[in-house]
């Protein structure tokens, strides 16, 4: 069975700090590029960062630049989603996505869950004092 297992998520304090994890299962990993997309309540899908099946190139909206990093290991199927110095406005469900190449892509515009081939189910993150 494919599975994308997203964990990691609670609640911060403006200024904290929290990894996400996402464990894929039931397909290749490492020949895929993988994504972390965001959802605040009320809102539209947000892209946040991509990174290439290699981990080599990685791309993140501006607002998130310098603040979080993605990462992955493909030995043990994980992507991985550091941030820093959280803001009340990252507020969303989180979510990994498989994209259907090896290429990282820069998504600026707006996204639909048909942008990629399958998601997780999320985990909840909660910026608030």
């Known amino acids: 069975e494919v599975q994308l297992v997203e964990s990691g998520g609670g609640l911060v304090q403006p200024g904290g700090s929290l990894r996400l994890s996402c464990a894929a299962s039931?397909?290749?990993?490492?020949?895929?590029?993988m994504n972390w997309v965001r959802q605040a309540p009320g809102k539209d899908l947000e892209w946040v960062s991509s990174?290439?099946?290699?981990?080599?190139?990685?791309f993140y909206r501006d607002s998130v630049k310098g603040r979080f990093t993605i990462s992955r290991d493909n030995a043990e199927n994980t992507l991985y989603l550091q941030l820093h110095s959280l803001k009340t406005e990252d507020t969303a469900m989180y979510y990994c996505a498989q994209d259907s190449h090896s290429g990282a892509r820069w998504l600026p515009r707006r996204i639909t869950w048909g942008d990629f081939s399958r998601w997780g189910q999320g985990t909840q993150v909660t910026v608030s004092s």
């Open positions: 990174i290439s099946n290699s981990g080599a190139t990685t």
């Open positions: 039931g397909f290749t990993f490492s020949a895929y590029a």
